[in-house]
């Protein structure tokens, strides 16, 4: 297993109390997997995949639990090995490309300047080297496209340089905060393609952040639920769409639109809101919302199995 | 990037001539005197207002009167000062600019460097007492007039303390030409220089704090943090690039307003003759050719000085240059 | 909030300056080189002998540090620098406050039309102030107050005498104008262009309306913000052109008026000149700091920036 998490949980401290924005979250991840995780916003599936990065810089923030990556220990490690492995082994990337680079660099100089912060090599190595990644990448010019600033590339483009700036220490696990959320349909497609493309010539494994389901049955091998700071479900992808096994999922799942068969009257949503971190319902988080509850659900928080297509509901444990 | 200077070398020219024009009109149609008994003096006998009446062109349209004024103080210079005699005015104000840029220069390198110092290490730090600290002095610092600074430090360095080791190498107030008294011209300038700068000092570290602090929360500094890179690293080479930019604007259009009002308060105080104490001079006597000249002089010198810290801008944002 | 306390606390200090000069028996305002005061039982002359130099001359008392009594000397004068101070305060108080008024007034006027109307008027009227911003502010102030102090201004029925303090109130008040009415037009064109204003607009509310309903609100925030900064600025302004001499004219005295007395006396009695720069740091530092406050209070994203000369 390249990445091994076990009973993550990241509390804030702040002035209203502590909020904990994820407890207990465990899953695996092997080489060259695509992992999709999905939930609503407050999901906690951002700050999980911040915890692997290391990328929590609150000092108000407490991380416990285990986050194994190729066998060592993640929590707890000294900065500046945490920083050896970032945008190096492990890169991520973030959902808005209109602001996610510096507006007064070239993207040929970002580039280089990740590649350069982790390998000892000449600057026109680096450049060489930035030039592949954006070919790579499917820049129809890179060497013309090096030497332009953010602000003269269009959403799709600076997308790519992103990852593009990822990928360029090759690293073994990339992780991507809703990549396509910020981009129209048509460039989601090639920017998913693009994933599954380099995911085949790299061997990276990926751990995606969506809220759209359309694009996990595209490209995740395997996906977990979130739902207020906890994993309600996870299983592959065949088994999770054709067997959602925790009521949350199927409502996800039938809150998509059908394309084909009778048109619905009304579009079904799943009544309420996810509840406030800092005030969560005891017992199962999504008691109050779910459609199937009975009574002991408010007092006992289900836990979530441990086979491979597990569900964190007492229902389910019953059947 | 050629036609965004071109567009603002353009807009400079014509902010000169705005300036122009209102210069002549204060000092020409203001209501409630004769213009002519204003420049001419309290005392002018009757042959001396008629001569200026004439020279100046009172008896004819407001557009020839402001086409004679731009001539005797641009292009033959001859603008004399009835105060004092037929002094030649714009010679006078030519001597005095090598003394005001040789101030006002050596306080914007002193200025620029400290405060990018104190931002720097403020943002870096923040909210540690170190912070703080810094931020009270710069507090302090533009709440003191700097005129009232200069005395203090007149006070302190050519008085009070001039016979300790700290201070006894400070030389009597006045200036010392570059050229022919290099050791001299440094001496006599680091005390204004660092009044000077005090005030601006204050202003600057405050302002690229704040600006270093919000650009650490921009989303691509969250990049930078993915990529690896060290919180030093981030710090100098991103965000205080970005914030370096807003840093420059300020200091573009604060530069006018230093030469036109600190500078000058400074030269009086340290006796510095230049443009700021010929105008003061001429104040006290009612001199109006000589300030007329001045300001003049003073304003397109601002004007100029705002146009190439603007070009400079457009040179440090590539946003800008490539729109 | 405390140094909105200090602030006050200078300011009712000033108001009082009329009760502290008949409580000490002084008159700020005329010579009195004969004075003759009683420190601590025995009569000293309030203009002692000068001991410096070559011994001509006179040299004030220093500070006696009794309140009411020459508490802190007197200036070459021979008037109590204690009372001048309090009554160069109410001035420069009060010339401050009225032309941040003014400033204020003027200023929102000029965005406001600017940013609502937009089209030519807009056009002239920020030429118009950015020509009159590039115009350095000391410059400016002095070609207006050269122009204006000798002999006062007269357009038609407005008569303002040289010695008044109205001159230097307008004079400070025009020359800040441009600083408020940029970002009042700045402010005034965003939110003309945000969405609710468009759709009261396409709605047929009138302008007037619109104006003080939707607008006026998010402007006056940014305009109390102004004022504390705006005094403080003034205040710094006031100082130096009265220390320039083109301010507040004598027999009146203003804090800068008064270190421009205190340079003769600058090196034998420097508390002539220190107490008046102390006292304009003091208040400027307070203000701006209660400005600050005010602003994070109110407006934590205001683009309002500390005030520089």
Known sequence: MMLSVRDLRVSFRTEDGLVQAIDGVSFDLAEGEILGVVGESGSGKTVSLLAVMGLITDPNAVIEGSIRYKGRELVGLPARELRRLRGNEIAMIFQDPMTALTPVYTIGWQIAEQIRAHHRISKAKALARVEELLAEVNFPNPREAMSRYPHQLSGGMRQRAVIAMALSC???????????????????????????????????????????????????????????????????????????????????????????????SRLSSIPGSPPSLLRLPQGCAFGPRCPVRYEPCATERPALGTGVHAAACLREVEA | MIYAILRRFGQMLFVMFGISVIVFLIFFATPGSDPAARIAGRNASPEVLEAVRHSFGFDRPLYVQYGLMIKKIFITGDLTSFVNRGWKVVPAVLDAIPVTLSLVFGAAILWVIVSVIIGIAAAATRDSWLDKLLMALGLLGISMPVYWLGEVMNLISQSRYHDTWLFSWVPPLGYKPLMSDPKGWFLTLVIPWITLAVLY???????LRAAIIESMQEDFIRTARAKGLSETRILLRHALRTSLIAFVTLFGLDFGALVGGSALLTEVVFGLNGIGKLTYDAMQNLDLPMIMATVMYASMFVVLANAVVDFIYILLDPRVRTS | MA??????????????APLYARWAGVDPFTSTLDAVIQIGGVEVPVMEASTEGLG????????????????????????????????????????????????????????????????????????FLDILWAFPIYLLAISLSIVMIAKGISIGPIQIESGSLWLPIIIIGIVYVPYVARPIRGQVLSLRNSEFVLAAIN????????????????????????????????????????????????????????IQDGQALLYTRPLVALAPGLAIAISVMALNVFGDGLRDALDPRSKVQLGRA
């Open chain 1, 170 to 264: 090759n690293p073994a696990l990339l992780v991507a905060d809703e990549p396509t959320t910020a981009l129209d349909v048509t460039v989601q497609a090639g920017i998913l393609d693009l994933v599954r493309k380099l995911r085949a010539t790299h061997n990276s494994a990926v751990v995606f952040i969506t809220h759209d389901m359309g694009v996990v049955s595209e490209l995740a091998d395997r996906v977990m639920v979130m739902y207020a700071g906890r994993v309600v479900e996870r299983g592959s992808r065949s088994e999770l769409f054709s067997d959602p096994r925790h009521p949350y999922t199927r409502a996800l799942l039938d809150s998509i639109p059908p394309l084909t068969g009778d048109k619905p």
């Open chain 2, 201 to 207: 000092i204050g202003i600057y570290g405050r302002v």
């Open chain 3, 3 to 16: 140094s909105l306390a200090v602030f006050l606390m200078i300011v009712l200090a000033c108001l009082s």
């Open chain 3, 56 to 127: 001509l001359g006179y040299t004030p008392i220093g500070p006696t540090w009794e309140l009411g009594n020459y508490f802190l000397g007197a200036d070459s004068q021979g008037r109590d620098v204690m009372a001048r101070l309090l009554y160069g305060g109410l001035n420069s108080l009060l010339i401050a406050g009225a032309a941040t008024v003014f400033t204020l007034i003027l200023g929102t006027a000029a965005g406001l039309i600017a940013g609502y109307f937009g089209g030519i008027t807009d056009t002239l009227l920020s030429r």
């Open chain 3, 203 to 258: 709605l047929g509310v009138p302008g007037r309306r619109i104006l003080w309903r939707d607008i006026q609100p998010n402007v006056t925030t940014t305009l109390i913000v102004f004022v504390p900064l705006m005094m403080a600025l003034n205040m710094l302004t006031e100082s130096a052109l009265s220390f320039l001499s083109i301010g507040v004219q004598p027999p009146a005295a203003s804090w800068g008026t008064i």
